[in-house]
Antibody
Framework: EVQLVESGGGLVQPGRSLKLSCAASGFTFSNYYMAWVRQAPKKGLEWVAT????????YYPDSVKGRFTISRDNAKSSLYLQMNSLKSEDTATYYCARHKTTFFDYWGQGVMVTVSS | DIQMTQSPSSMSVSLGDRVTITCRAS??????LTWYQQKPEKSPKLMIYGATNLEDGVPSRFSGSRSGSDYSLTINSLESEDTGIYFC?????????FGSGTKLEIK
């Protein structure tokens, strides 16, 4: 069974940093592109980042480019999201998701990030 | 960026009704269109991929179709378990973009 379990969320002040983790199991992690997708409270979904199998290629929307960094450790079957210079508009539930070709087939349960002073 | 315009934003329908939700793409995305269902406090669930392909385990009353730049999710004979929010996703090019969602409720 595919499982994606996020951790590392919490309350953080504007301008500070936070790092999210996603532990994957039930599949060969090193065979898949992975991604982060977020959802602000009572809002829609927003794709945040994607990383290639080796980690050599990463993709971001303009809203987080230069502030967020996606990375992975295939030996640990883990995905990460380093979030710097956080803003109030980054407040959201962050989902780890597995890519099936270019869409997402499995999602984690999500982790909440609140950016507030 | 490709904009996905989803309609309606909400709908209240009766059990057994036929439901259609639509996403319109601002640029050509071919069949790079996926539909998700989200229940309250849960993560999204894959329903339809490649615009028309039913994901394994999804009931056959769900179907996807395309007419030009309009993509539709149809539920034949709505059941109570079908309530939730439905989102479309275009994955033709980065940035990947979602529709704004359709909240489906039982009347």
């Amino acid at each position: 069974e595919v499982q994606l379990v996020e951790s590392g969320g919490g309350l953080v002040q504007p301008g500070r940093s936070l790092k999210l983790s996603c532990a994957a199991s039930g599949f060969t992690f090193s065979n898949y592109y992975m991604a982060w997708v977020r959802q602000a409270p009572k809002k829609g979904l927003e794709w945040v980042a994607t990383i290639s199998i080796s980690g050599s290629r990463t993709y971001y929307p303009d809203s987080v480019k230069g502030r967020f960094t996606i990375s992975r450790d295939n030996a640990k079957s883990s995905l990460y999201l380093q979030m710097n210079s956080l803003k109030s508009e980054d407040t959201a539930t962050y989902y780890c998701a597995r890519h099936k070709t270019t869409f997402f087939d499995y999602w984690g349960q999500g982790v909440m990030v609140t950016v507030s002073s | 960026d490709i904009q996905m315009t989803q309609s309606p934003s909400s709908m209240s329908v009766s059990l057994g009704d036929r439901v259609t939700i639509t996403c319109r793409a601002s640029q050509d995305i071919g069949n790079y269109l996926t539909w998700y269902q989200q229940k309250p406090e849960k993560s999204p669930k894959l329903m339809i991929y490649g615009a028309t392909n039913l994901e394994d385990g999804v009931p056959s009353r769900f179907s996807g179709s395309r007419s030009g730049s309009d993509y539709s999710l149809t539920i034949n004979s709505l059941e109570s378990e079908d309530t939730g929010i439905y989102f479309c996703l275009q994955h033709k090019q980065y940035p990947l973009t979602f529709g704004s969602g359709t909240k489906l409720e039982i009347k």
